[in-house]
T-cell receptor, first 112, second 115 residues
């Protein structure tokens, strides 16, 4: 089972920031938080990951609470092309690699 | 740098036939993961391979499914005697496999339809 919980769906107005929450209250000290998205039926697209510090790249920002029990993915200026299912995953690399456990994700609809 | 490639993109098989799905990882990546996505469901891990080794196959069905990643060539997911329940999208992902954190990069998937 996935170690994360996310709202099943969210709406966001085009041009506004989309803030997608994720709870991971049982996260372990060596587990990272990853975010992926899946547009329609395409392959999941990597967005960002972090351990305990906030992270930012050209796609998004990741805010992780100090206790690491939750995080928020921020798309600063959502466009219609950001409509997708967003997956929050926690995972640690061990000797057996790092397979991901996907939950149902959040279906983000960006509205014109 | 080309991304992860999968072929075929669509595959139709009759019940009882064999399906072979191929995955070429990104250049420089030595680790391959296979996931399955049933209609209207999330992705489920199947198997993790390094070159010539299966590292974790805990998500693979015990029968009819096998995977390999030879020294040369793509990784192959093989499904023997397909049944209608095998109809799904199969995604592979690759990662560099060295160092600490390794994000996975996914291919476009193969959509298998069993008639």
């Amino acid at each position: 089972d996935a170690k994360t919980t996310q709202p099943p769906s969210m709406d966001c107005a085009e041009g506004r920031a989309a803030n997608l929450p994720c709870n991971h209250s049982t996260i372990s000290g060596n587990e990272y938080v990853y975010w992926y998205r899946q547009i329609h039926s395409q392959g999941p697209q990597y967005i960002i990951h972090g351990l305990k510090n906030n992270e930012t790249n050209e796609m998004a920002s990741l805010i992780i609470t100090e206790d690491r029990k939750s995080s928020t993915l921020i798309l600063p200026h959502a466009t219609l092309r950001d409509t997708a299912v967003y997956y929050c995953i926690v995972s640690a690399k061990d000797n057996y690699g790092q397979n991901f456990v996907f939950g149902p994700g959040t279906r983000l609809s960006v509205l014109p | 740098n080309a991304g992860v490639m999968q072929n075929p993109r669509h595959l139709v098989r009759r019940r009882g036939q064999e399906a072979r799905l191929r995955c070429s990882p990104m250049k420089g990546h030595s680790h391959v993961y296979w996931y399955r996505q049933l209609p209207e469901e999330g992705l489920k891990f199947m198997v993790y391979l390094q070159k010539e080794n299966i590292i974790d196959e805990s998500g693979m069905p015990k029968e009819r499914f096998s995977a390999e990643f030879p020294k040369e060539g793509p990784s192959i997911l093989r499904i023997q005697q397909v049944v209608r329940g095998d109809s799904a999208a199969y995604f592979c992902a690759s990662s560099p496999g060295s160092g600490g954190v390794n994000e996975q990069y996914f291919g476009p998937g193969t959509r298998l339809t069993v008639t």
